[in-house]
């Protein structure tokens, strides 16, 4: 009776090992707070303890997206779209149009692409944000130089970035 016990003490700490593993997995992969239905092809990873979302093509040689996602769910009382309304008001500061985002009913910009020198490699960087009514997400689109005739990375930049933004959800309230 007493190995029944043990064994089946070591199955219960066995499974609940495993059920916390899964509970861990699941905490990386499905960030707080908001969600993108990443395209197939893409390789992804959160960081920052799922604010901030790591894309790559399946060469990632070709260009490294970042997306932060910052909260604004409790300033929505007051100021219905305040995330919308944040971007909008960042985008006349710098300079720089605003334009409607298909998929999400929100509204982003994107800085003209600045070039620099990274690791003996030229790269071409551009910056943005995206306003939803309940936060808003910065992005960097980092670009080597040496992919910019690839037909991958020049359908990313005709189109390819306000699809990606499109498709950003926050989580429901």
Known sequence: MSRFLAARGVI???????????????????PAGWRMNVPNGYRQEFEDEGQTLVLTPSNPEQFLMRFTYHSLKEYVKERPKVGREFIEHLAGKKGVKTFAVDGN??????EPPVVSEEDGARVQE???????????????????????????????LQSGI???????RSAPR
């Open 12 to 30: 219960s700490l066995v499974l609940a090992c495993t059920a916390w593993m899964q509970q861990a997995e699941a905490s990386v992969k499905d």
């Open 105 to 110: 009913g929100g509204v982003a910009y994107m």
């Open 126 to 156: 551009t910056a943005g944000g995206l306003g939803l009514d309940d936060a808003y997400v910065t992005f960097t689109v980092v670009i080597d130089e040496a992919a910019l005739t690839d037909p991958v990375v020049k359908e990313l």
């Open 162 to 168: 306000q699809v990606l933004l499109g498709r950003i």
